[in-house]
């Protein structure tokens, strides 16, 4: 699985500076993900400054800033300038929280944790495999996945832990399963005088390698038990306003548009939640079910 690493010698260069070769035969979806789009406001002080194609979300406060997920190493000057666009400063993010450690997430995190100087804070795992820029052996994609420019230091955080940066709380719940570092995340968001609750929802797909089996894998052996948890543990968290790592995992470009141009009156949409693990749940069975056997 190695990749060639453009304009470089092996070796002879620290991966912080390795550029990666994305294109098309290497990464099918990457110009898809990569097209720009206009940073937007959410509710309250939750913005997407993402990509069209992958979500990176800023939550902001008069005492610095929390980020999460860094989308493709390429997009990370994207990321930046939507965040500047919206008049805050790259500078003023304290910390950088991550989904999972896929390089269409975490990519981008190493660029831009330089140019903040932020903490970068994640679970056991993704805090590991963002340290190396690569997955391991227990990730269903580990024998597809791309590396990634790896991040300096990370955090380990807790299950459950709260990350706090100002008056800004938010909160980590592992929801492993597409790799097992997943982390959901939620926090309250206020705009004049209605607080709603956000919830960033992790990947929830059984997406693997050819060869991988969840269901009797022994490289992730927990990965069956790992994304039933997790599935029950989204479902019951508060949510009033779903956003996903892919945008199209919960409408969120379209319903965006929608709000803007008036023709839906908010984002609260509770429901969704709710579809959204329903839906991921029934995809997550009916693969275990193509697996045969019992799980
Ligand atoms: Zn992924």
Redesign the pocket.
């Given at each position: 699985m190695l990749l060639v690493a453009a304009g470089t010698t092996a070796g002879a260069q620290s991966r912080d500076t390795v550029r990666v070769d994305y294109s098309a035969s290497r990464c099918h979806s990457c110009a898809a993900w990569n097209q720009p789009h206009a940073p937007a406001r959410i509710f309250g002080n939750t913005y997407y400054v993402g990509t069209a194609g992958l979500s990176s979300i800023l939550v902001t406060s008069p005492k610095g800033h929390i980020l999460i997920d860094g989308t493709l190493a390429m997009s990370a000057p994207q990321v930046m300038a939507n965040i500047r666009a919206l008049g805050f400063r790259v500078e003023d993010i304290k910390v950088i929280l991550n989904s999972?450690a896929?390089f269409?997430?975490a990519g981008g995190i190493a660029a831009i944790q330089r140019a903040s100087e932020a903490e970068v804070a994640a679970s056991p795992w993704s805090a590991a495999t963002l340290e190396r820029g690569m997955s391991d052996s227990a990730d269903p994609?580990f024998a597809i996945d791309l590396p990634y420019p790896p991040v300096a230091s990370v955090r380990v955080i807790a299950d459950d832990e709260s990350i706090r940066v100002g008056p800004l709380t938010l909160t980590a719940h592992f929801t492993p399963g597409?790799?097992p570092g997943g982390t959901s995340w939620t926090w309250v968001s206020c705009e004049h005088d209605e607080c709603l609750h956000m919830l960033y929802a992790d990947?929830q797909t059984a997406?693997s390698a050819p060869g991988f089996l969840f269901t009797k894998n022994t490289t992730y052996p927990t990965a069956v038990h790992d994304f039933e948890n997790g599935l029950t543990r989204l479902a019951s968290l508060p949510c009033d306003i779903l956003m996903t790592t892919h945008p199209d995992a919960s409408n969120l470009i379209e319903r965006l548009a929608a709000r803007d141009s008036g023709t839906i009156a908010t984002l609260r949409d509770p429901a969704s939640c709710r579809d959204y693990v329903a839906r991921s749940r029934a995809a997550v069975m009916k693969r275990f079910a193509s697996e045969g056997g019992n799980p």
């Open positions: 999972h896929h269409d997430h994609q597409h790799t990947s997406v």
